[in-house]
């Protein structure tokens, strides 16, 4: 039987971290796509490194593509990232956090690595309920992406391989996701989830990014080794 | 009334310089964006320049995004280019010129351009009939996209703006295109064609490619000036 591969799109975040666990316990030969956008926490590439050599994937790639030149988000210029938002303010609209059209260049690059490689999945750590409201990550978007997918490629077209979008964590709760990764034996040390980090890396805490996670751990129980 | 904004891809090739001069003759500001990414003929971008500059778009910009270190096509890497294949060869299979989904990649950057500028169009020069063969060039594509990318985006999501993607070259013969073309006063000097010039620019007329622009010219009656 030939090796299973998967493209794993990683920032080196908690949830990509994760899914990228997944991808491997699942038989995966894991192919980690990061990206250096023009993010203002570019920092992230150095713990998606660390992530990726922890995590022994197969192959770990940082793609270039200057999306900071567009605008549009606090991410991407010297607007400042929202801090210390109630959950309520989190759950309502769509923050200046938002980079457009970020997952859209971020997936159509996997497809390319995808094709390239012969890989069947593509592995993304999009989730709808514990969220930051971002257009993006909910299901009916990863639906029309997949389907798009399979009209844009040979493989596709040809009827050789179908492109399957995996998004194990669209509906868990932050929660969730943080037992599912204690589980796996992801070490939160080497994860990096903040909006806004000190040049250390240091989360800042009040971000919606930081505080959607300490909630996560706070209802899982379970100690965030990256703040203790 | 607020002025319309479009993107419209810009490769420096007949077809795209053609759908650069309908975008402005509908009544667009056409902020054009062209791609390095790793293509050996990375001199388009030079014509691509030029016909920015003469057709006088709101703004033109090189997006540096690396398609090469995929690899998986002659466009991209050392194979050779297929020269003097006949018709009926061109019009089956997807030839080795196919660049994994460049056409996704190359939309999705579109799509966060004409988010963040709050543009409602986005313009491509595909062509289903005269074309060679590529899986991301076909109306089931587009249409794909266009509905994943009013799923994707903010404007999307909020009921404001919707995005729609013109084609207006799909269901065209090369024919057809040249003399649109010529109608727009199109200088087809500017233009660019071949997938593997010599190092000034000049096209090696066997190419998939320059067959089929010549054989366009011939069958609409058109000088091409760009040969002469």
């Known amino acids: ?62 793609v270039a593509v200057d999306l900071r030149s567009f605008g549009g988000s606090a ?13 309520e303010a989190i759950g309502h609209g769509i923050p200046i956090t938002y980079v457009p059209a970020r997952n859209t260049v971020f997936l159509a690059l996997a497809l ?3 094709e390239s490689l012969g890989a069947t999945d593509i592995f993304i750590g999009v989730n709808a309920l514990d969220y930051s409201g971002y257009p993006d990550c909910r299901p009916e978007f990863i639906e029309a992406f997949e389907r798009m997918a399979n009209l844009a490629t040979k493989s596709g077209v040809e009827g050789r391989t179908r ?6 964590l669209i509906l868990l709760s932050k929660a969730e996701i943080v ?16 909006y806004d980090p000190d040049p250390d890396g240091r989360p800042c805490g009040a971000c919606d990014s930081c505080l959607l996670r300490r909630k996560g751990f706070e209802e899982a129980g379970v100690v965030d080794t990256l703040l203790s």
């Open 112 to 114: 390319a690595r995808a």
């Open 1 to 62: 039987m030939s090796e299973k591969k998967a493209v794993v799109l990683l920032s080196g975040g908690l949830d990509s971290t994760t899914v990228a666990a997944i991808a491997q316990q699942q038989g995966f030969a894991v192919y980690a796509l990061s990206f250096d956008y023009g993010q203002n926490h570019r920092i992230e590439l150095d713990f998606a490194k660390r992530v990726a050599a922890k995590l022994g994937v197969r192959e770990h790639t940082v």
């Open 163 to 168: 492109i399957t979008l995996q998004t194990p």
């Open 75 to 87: 991410l991407t210029s010297d607007v400042p990232v929202p801090k210390h938002r109630t959950a």
């Open 179 to 194: 037992k599912v990764a204690d589980k796996l034996g992801v070490d939160f040390r080497l994860t990096h989830s903040c």
